[in-house]
Protein backbone atom coordinates (compact mmCIF):
# COMPACT_ATOMS: atom_id res chain seq x y z
CA UNK A 1 0.00 0.00 0.00
CA UNK A 2 1.07 3.79 -0.76
CA UNK A 3 0.25 6.98 -0.14
CA UNK A 4 -0.78 9.42 -2.74
CA UNK A 5 -2.34 13.13 -2.37
CA UNK A 6 -5.43 11.52 -3.14
CA UNK A 7 -5.35 8.90 -0.30
CA UNK A 8 -4.31 5.26 0.20
CA UNK A 9 -3.56 3.08 -3.01
CA UNK A 10 -4.24 -0.48 -2.59
CA UNK A 11 -2.24 -3.32 -4.95
CA UNK A 12 -4.79 -6.20 -6.19
CA UNK A 13 -3.88 -8.24 -3.26
CA UNK A 14 -4.22 -6.45 -0.60
CA UNK A 15 -7.82 -5.27 -1.41
CA UNK A 16 -8.55 -8.82 -2.08
CA UNK A 17 -7.36 -9.43 1.98
CA UNK A 18 -9.82 -6.55 2.91
CA UNK A 19 -12.77 -7.62 1.11
CA UNK A 20 -12.90 -10.79 1.95
CA UNK A 21 -13.61 -9.92 5.28
CA UNK A 22 -15.76 -6.93 5.01
CA UNK A 23 -18.70 -9.09 6.61
CA UNK A 24 -17.03 -11.67 9.06
CA UNK A 25 -13.23 -12.89 9.92
CA UNK A 26 -11.51 -15.25 8.43
CA UNK A 27 -8.95 -17.39 9.95
CA UNK A 28 -5.59 -16.83 8.96
CA UNK A 29 -4.62 -20.22 7.95
CA UNK A 30 -6.98 -20.10 5.06
CA UNK A 31 -5.34 -17.60 3.04
CA UNK A 32 -2.64 -20.22 2.41
CA UNK A 33 -4.97 -23.05 1.75
CA UNK A 34 -4.66 -24.69 -1.81
CA UNK A 35 -8.76 -24.62 -1.76
CA UNK A 36 -8.85 -20.92 -0.60
CA UNK A 37 -11.32 -20.35 -3.51
CA UNK A 38 -13.77 -23.25 -2.96
CA UNK A 39 -13.67 -21.89 1.11
CA UNK A 40 -14.48 -18.47 -0.12
CA UNK A 41 -16.51 -19.03 -3.01
CA UNK A 42 -14.21 -16.85 -5.10
CA UNK A 43 -11.32 -16.37 -6.85
CA UNK A 44 -8.07 -16.98 -4.56
CA UNK A 45 -5.93 -13.98 -4.28
CA UNK A 46 -3.28 -14.78 -6.26
CA UNK A 47 -0.30 -14.34 -4.18
CA UNK A 48 3.33 -16.35 -3.54
CA UNK A 49 3.38 -17.66 -0.13
CA UNK A 50 6.14 -14.86 0.78
CA UNK A 51 3.85 -11.75 -0.99
CA UNK A 52 0.99 -12.79 1.15
CA UNK A 53 3.05 -12.48 4.30
CA UNK A 54 4.65 -9.33 3.08
CA UNK A 55 1.07 -8.04 2.25
CA UNK A 56 0.05 -9.09 5.31
CA UNK A 57 2.32 -7.41 6.87
CA UNK A 58 2.23 -4.12 5.13
CA UNK A 59 -1.56 -4.18 6.37
CA UNK A 60 -1.47 -4.58 9.59
CA UNK A 61 1.28 -2.46 10.37
CA UNK A 62 -1.02 0.30 8.75
CA UNK A 63 -3.65 -0.45 10.87
CA UNK A 64 -5.71 -1.81 8.56
CA UNK A 65 -6.49 -5.41 9.75
CA UNK A 66 -6.31 -7.21 13.47
CA UNK A 67 -6.15 -10.62 14.52
CA UNK A 68 -7.40 -12.40 18.11
CA UNK A 69 -7.15 -15.99 18.99
CA UNK A 70 -9.95 -17.79 19.79
CA UNK A 71 -8.72 -18.46 23.35
CA UNK A 72 -7.54 -14.82 23.79
CA UNK A 73 -9.83 -11.58 23.41
CA UNK A 74 -7.48 -8.78 22.56
CA UNK A 75 -6.63 -7.52 18.94
CA UNK A 76 -3.71 -7.87 18.22
CA UNK A 77 -1.42 -6.44 15.54
CA UNK A 78 0.86 -9.61 14.23
CA UNK A 79 4.77 -9.42 13.26
CA UNK A 80 5.95 -11.28 9.81
CA UNK A 81 7.01 -14.28 12.71
CA UNK A 82 3.72 -14.52 13.97
CA UNK A 83 1.73 -14.37 10.86
CA UNK A 84 4.08 -17.02 9.24
CA UNK A 85 3.02 -19.09 12.54
CA UNK A 86 -0.60 -18.20 11.80
CA UNK A 87 -0.59 -19.00 8.11
CA UNK A 88 0.90 -22.62 8.67
CA UNK A 89 -1.49 -23.81 11.32
CA UNK A 90 -3.36 -27.32 10.91
CA UNK A 91 -5.98 -28.92 11.20
CA UNK A 92 -5.40 -30.07 14.74
CA UNK A 93 -5.38 -25.92 15.76
CA UNK A 94 -9.20 -26.51 16.04
CA UNK A 95 -8.32 -28.20 19.27
CA UNK A 96 -5.71 -25.50 20.99
CA UNK A 97 -7.27 -22.37 18.80
CA UNK A 98 -6.34 -20.63 16.07
CA UNK A 99 -5.73 -17.00 14.27
CA UNK A 100 -8.72 -15.14 12.54
CA UNK A 101 -8.14 -11.56 11.10
CA UNK A 102 -10.94 -8.79 10.66
CA UNK A 103 -11.09 -5.31 9.40
CA UNK A 104 -10.09 -2.59 12.04
CA UNK A 105 -12.45 0.64 11.78
CA UNK A 106 -9.82 2.21 9.80
CA UNK A 107 -9.49 -0.82 6.92
CA UNK A 108 -13.35 -0.20 6.89
CA UNK A 109 -13.36 3.26 5.79
CA UNK A 110 -10.40 2.13 3.43
CA UNK A 111 -12.12 -0.35 1.73
CA UNK A 112 -15.48 1.63 1.29
CA UNK A 113 -13.40 4.31 -0.28
CA UNK A 114 -12.67 2.22 -2.77
CA UNK A 115 -15.34 -0.62 -3.08
CA UNK A 116 -18.20 2.77 -2.53
CA UNK A 117 -21.02 0.38 -0.98
CA UNK A 118 -24.28 1.16 -1.00
CA UNK A 119 -25.43 0.13 2.19
CA UNK A 120 -29.20 0.32 1.74
CA UNK A 121 -29.07 -2.53 -0.18
CA UNK A 122 -26.93 -4.74 1.88
CA UNK A 123 -28.18 -7.64 3.53
CA UNK A 124 -26.67 -9.63 6.72
CA UNK A 125 -28.45 -13.53 6.75
CA UNK A 126 -27.33 -15.35 9.58
CA UNK A 127 -29.14 -18.77 10.51
CA UNK A 128 -28.39 -21.58 13.45
CA UNK A 129 -29.66 -24.75 14.05
CA UNK A 130 -31.83 -25.29 17.32
CA UNK A 131 -29.96 -27.86 19.62
CA UNK A 132 -33.32 -29.54 21.01
CA UNK A 133 -34.10 -30.26 16.81
CA UNK A 134 -31.54 -30.67 14.85
CA UNK A 135 -33.77 -30.26 11.29
CA UNK A 136 -35.08 -27.01 12.54
CA UNK A 137 -32.95 -23.62 11.49
CA UNK A 138 -33.36 -20.28 13.72
CA UNK A 139 -32.52 -17.33 11.03
CA UNK A 140 -32.24 -13.99 11.10
CA UNK A 141 -32.12 -11.51 8.12
CA UNK A 142 -31.08 -7.68 8.51
CA UNK A 143 -31.21 -4.80 6.16
CA UNK A 144 -31.74 -0.89 5.59
CA UNK A 145 -34.66 -1.26 3.99
CA UNK A 146 -37.53 -3.47 5.26
CA UNK A 147 -39.01 -4.17 1.68
CA UNK A 148 -35.08 -5.18 0.43
CA UNK A 149 -35.54 -7.74 3.70
CA UNK A 150 -38.69 -8.99 2.64
CA UNK A 151 -37.68 -9.88 -1.08
CA UNK A 152 -34.77 -11.61 -0.17
CA UNK A 153 -36.52 -13.77 2.80
CA UNK A 154 -39.36 -14.97 0.22
CA UNK A 155 -36.10 -15.13 -2.28
CA UNK A 156 -35.78 -18.35 0.46
CA UNK A 157 -38.49 -20.70 -0.70
CA UNK A 158 -37.18 -20.71 -3.86
CA UNK A 159 -33.53 -21.84 -2.71
CA UNK A 160 -35.02 -24.93 -0.89
CA UNK A 161 -35.96 -23.58 2.62
CA UNK A 162 -39.39 -23.28 3.98
CA UNK A 163 -40.18 -21.02 6.69
CA UNK A 164 -42.77 -20.93 9.41
CA UNK A 165 -44.96 -18.31 8.73
CA UNK A 166 -45.98 -17.98 12.05
CA UNK A 167 -42.67 -17.64 13.72
CA UNK A 168 -41.91 -14.50 11.69
CA UNK A 169 -40.85 -11.75 13.55
CA UNK A 170 -40.14 -8.40 12.90
CA UNK A 171 -37.52 -5.61 15.22
CA UNK A 172 -36.16 -1.79 14.48
CA UNK A 173 -32.75 -1.23 15.35
CA UNK A 174 -31.43 2.00 15.89
CA UNK A 175 -28.78 1.89 15.13
CA UNK A 176 -28.24 -1.09 13.44
CA UNK A 177 -25.22 -3.24 13.63
CA UNK A 178 -24.60 -4.21 10.03
CA UNK A 179 -21.73 -5.96 10.37
CA UNK A 180 -18.93 -6.29 13.28
CA UNK A 181 -17.25 -2.94 12.00
CA UNK A 182 -20.12 -1.07 10.19
CA UNK A 183 -22.82 0.84 12.30
CA UNK A 184 -25.66 2.29 10.37
CA UNK A 185 -28.53 5.03 11.56
CA UNK A 186 -31.45 2.06 11.81
CA UNK A 187 -31.97 -1.12 10.56
CA UNK A 188 -35.02 -3.84 10.15
CA UNK A 189 -34.69 -7.32 11.47
CA UNK A 190 -36.38 -10.43 10.79
CA UNK A 191 -36.41 -13.16 12.87
CA UNK A 192 -37.98 -17.01 11.74
CA UNK A 193 -37.48 -20.24 12.11
CA UNK A 194 -37.16 -23.12 8.80
CA UNK A 195 -36.80 -26.05 7.98
CA UNK A 196 -34.58 -27.38 4.82
CA UNK A 197 -37.39 -28.39 1.75
CA UNK A 198 -37.01 -31.11 -1.13
CA UNK A 199 -38.42 -28.38 -3.38
CA UNK A 200 -35.53 -26.04 -4.78
CA UNK A 201 -36.37 -23.54 -8.08
CA UNK A 202 -34.86 -20.86 -10.09
CA UNK A 203 -35.27 -17.42 -8.74
CA UNK A 204 -37.64 -15.36 -10.85
CA UNK A 205 -36.02 -12.24 -11.59
CA UNK A 206 -37.15 -10.23 -9.28
CA UNK A 207 -36.02 -12.02 -6.60
CA UNK A 208 -32.45 -12.53 -8.67
CA UNK A 209 -32.47 -8.82 -8.24
CA UNK A 210 -32.03 -8.44 -4.78
CA UNK A 211 -30.53 -11.68 -3.79
CA UNK A 212 -27.88 -11.34 -6.28
CA UNK A 213 -27.68 -7.55 -5.95
CA UNK A 214 -23.74 -6.08 -6.17
CA UNK A 215 -24.49 -3.93 -3.32
CA UNK A 216 -20.96 -2.69 -3.64
CA UNK A 217 -18.42 -1.70 -6.94
CA UNK A 218 -15.04 -3.94 -6.47
CA UNK A 219 -15.15 -7.45 -6.20
Not at 197 to 204: F, R, V
Request: a negative charge; charged letters at 15%; aromatic letters at 14%.
Amino acid sequence: MIETAMGPALTRGEYWILEAVVEVGLPLSWLARESLAEAVNKPAHGLTYAALVSTLDTLFQAGLIEADHTQETVPACLTPAQIELALNEQAQFWEHGYWVYRLTPQGGQVWEAFAQPDWTCFVAPATRTSVDQPALEHGCIGGMQRWWVETYMEALSYLGYAIDSISISWVEQCPWHATYWKVLPAGHEVNYTCMESEHADALPQHLRKVYDYPWYRWR
